[in-house]
Nanobody, 117 residues
Framework: QVQLVESGGGLVQPGGSLRLSCAAS????????MGWYRQAPGKQREMVAQ???????NYADSVKGRFTISRDNAKNTVTLQMNSLKAEDTALYYC???????????WGQGTQVTVSS
C-alpha cells in the first residue's frame, strides 16, 4: 500500500510564495517519476512539474521560471517551491508518483492553493 501525504497549501497574495511537500510511504518501486498536478474548478487536471529519480525535470510552460521541483530519493519526498504566484495558480494541487514500468499512478489527497488579494 502506497500513501502520499501532502502539506504546505494555503492562501497567499499575488506575487507571494508557497512551498508544497509530499511524502510517499509504503512499497514504491525505485524507478519512478514524482510530480505535482493541479485542478482548478471547472478545468481538467494538468501537470505542473515532474522529476524523475535521475533528476530529469519537466515543467508546464505556465510555471517555468516561477516554480521549482526537487526530490529526495532517500526519503521519497518531493517538494514544489512556488514563487511569484498568480491568481491563475489557484487550484487543488495533487502529489503524484508514476511507476512507468508497471503503468501505475499514485495520488495524494490534494492540498488547496489560493492566490488572492
Amino acid at each position: 500500500q502506497v500513501q502520499l501525504v501532502e502539506s504546505g497549501g494555503g492562501l497567499v497574495q499575488p506575487g507571494g510564495s508557497l512551498r508544497l511537500s509530499c511524502a510517499a510511504s509504503g512499497s514504491i518501486f525505485s524507478i519512478n517519476t514524482m510530480g505535482w498536478y493541479r485542478q482548478a474548478p471547472g478545468k481538467q487536471r494538468e501537470m505542473v512539474a515532474q522529476i524523475t529519480v535521475g533528476g530529469i525535470i519537466n515543467y508546464a510552460d505556465s510555471v517555468k521560471g516561477r516554480f521549482t521541483i526537487s526530490r529526495d530519493n532517500a526519503k521519497n519526498t518531493v517538494t514544489l517551491q512556488m514563487n511569484s504566484l498568480k491568481a491563475e495558480d489557484t487550484a487543488l494541487y495533487y502529489c503524484n508518483v508514476n511507476i512507468p514500468l508497471f503503468k501505475i499512478d499514485y495520488w495524494g489527497q490534494g492540498t488547496q492553493v489560493t492566490v488572492s488579494s
